[in-house]
């Protein structure tokens, strides 16, 4: 459908009246008049603004990363009739600015959207969930991600800083066994042979489990998550991962969050779903 308003058909009427020439150079969409004594043509078009001083009305897909910038540029644009929505499972938020009201329809074509953020501490966690890595890959994993661990859960950053060191130290040994711990540790026996004796037999205990602080989306507050740590030993050779709890529940925690604080800064009700 054409965008025209009263004013915009009563301009084109009074240059047809007036014009010795009226040219269709896009059928249906963009007309020339030239006026009696004029120099040289008025391009008018049906479908856009590109010939005017300035647009007709406001239009566009704006694009933001977090909720102050969608907070500030919905108090700028939107309206009494503007409305919001939250798609859950995409982690976006949509302002439709020119929606429509009870009175009549709009356009709803001026708009924006945020896209959540996720933080790259849940990137870096969540993408190695599940995987299991050898001796030397999971210590330094734990090396580099050491300040994620939640100061106060059963297993500090140092204690995770030492264990992944007792890996580094111990990376040419066979592992004969595991066993589970009272204290909720799983202790492994492995075996160290040198060229000046025989094997020398050792022990490295692992925690059960340890807690994350971490900030899943970028505008949500701190989530302790639980992770579990996993074990595999196979012909003497030993890989480890980590189990984390329910994370797509989390996710959908923070998103939950998030949305809460933008119908906050924005004052608005946030309806669940995705605008036509």
């Not at 459908?1 to 014009?19: K, P, Q, W």
């Not at 603004?49 to 700028?76: F, I, M, N, W």
């Not at 189990?243 to 809460?260: G, L, T």
């Amino acid at each position: 459908m054409t965008d025209l308003n009263s004013s915009t058909i009563e301009y084109i009427s009074d240059l047809a009246v007036r014009a010795e020439i009226a040219e269709q150079l896009e059928p249906g969409s963009i007309y020339a008049f030239m006026h009696p004594h004029g120099t040289k043509p008025e391009i008018v078009s049906l479908r856009d603004d590109q010939y005017l001083d300035e647009p007709r009305r406001k239009r566009g897909s704006v694009h933001v990363t977090d909720v102050t910038s969608l907070a500030a540029y919905h108090a700028k644009h939107g309206t009494e009739h503007t409305e919001v929505f939250a798609d859950l499972d995409a982690a976006t938020i949509t302002a439709v600015l020119n929606a429509h009201s009870a009175a009549g329809p709009d356009w709803q074509d001026h708009r924006v959207t945020l896209t959540m953020r996720m933080t790259p501490q849940w990137i870096t966690w969540t993408g190695q969930n599940r995987v299991m890595m050898s001796q030397q890959a999971f210590a330094e994993f734990l090396e580099d991600n050491a300040a994620d661990i939640a100061a106060d859960g059963p297993v500090s950053a140092a204690d995770l800083i030492e264990l992944a060191q007792e890996f580094h130290a111990h990376t040419k040994v066979t592992f004969a066994s595991g066993k589970r711990l009272k204290s909720g540790e799983t202790q492994f026996v492995y075996t160290e042979s040198t060229e000046a004796k025989a094997g020398e037999r050792g022990t490295i205990a692992i925690p059960d489990e340890f807690e994350l602080a971490l900030r899943p989306l970028e505008d949500c507050d701190l989530f302790r998550i639980k992770a579990r740590f996993r074990y595999r030993l196979r012909e003497g050779q030993l890989t480890l991962g980590y189990h984390i709890d329910d994370p797509a529940q989390k996710f959908r925690s923070a998103v939950d969050e998030v949305v809460e604080l933008a119908e906050g800064k924005c004052g608005v009700k946030v309806m669940r779903g995705r605008p036509g």
